[in-house]
C-alpha cells in the first residue's frame, strides 16, 4: 500500500491489520498481556508511520497525465478538432 502513494487505503489497511493483531492475540492467550500491549503499539506504530509516508508521497507526487482514450483530453479531442 505504501508505494502506491494513496493514504486512505494504507489508512484502511492499517486499521485492518491492527483490528487483526487484536483479535489474533487472543487464541494465543496473550490478550491483554503486556506481550500482547507490545505487539499491538509495534503494529499501531508501523501502521501510522506507513499511512503518514503515503500521505507525504501523495502530496509530492506530481499531477497525473490525462489518458489518451479520455473522450475529453488527450488524442480523441485532438482529432474533433
Known amino acids: 500500500m505504501l508505494l502506491t502513494g ?3 487505503p494504507a489508512g484502511l489497511t492499517g486499521l485492518w491489520v491492527i483490528g487483526l493483531a487484536v483479535v489474533l ?3 494465543d492467550s496473550i490478550g491483554g498481556t503486556s506481550t ?3 505487539f499491538l503499539a509495534t503494529v499501531i506504530a508501523v501502521a501510522m508511520v506507513s499511512t503518514l509516508a503515503a500521505a507525504l508521497i501523495e502530496i509530492r507526487a506530481p499531477p497525473h497525465p490525462p489518458a489518451l482514450n479520455h473522450p475529453e483530453t488527450g488524442a480523441s479531442r485532438q ?3
Request: net charge positive; glycine share 8%; hydrophobic share 60%.
Open 6 to 8: 494513496r493514504w486512505i
Open 36 to 38: 500482547h500491549l507490545a
Open 25 to 27: 492475540g487472543l487464541p
Open 79 to 81: 482529432l474533433r478538432a
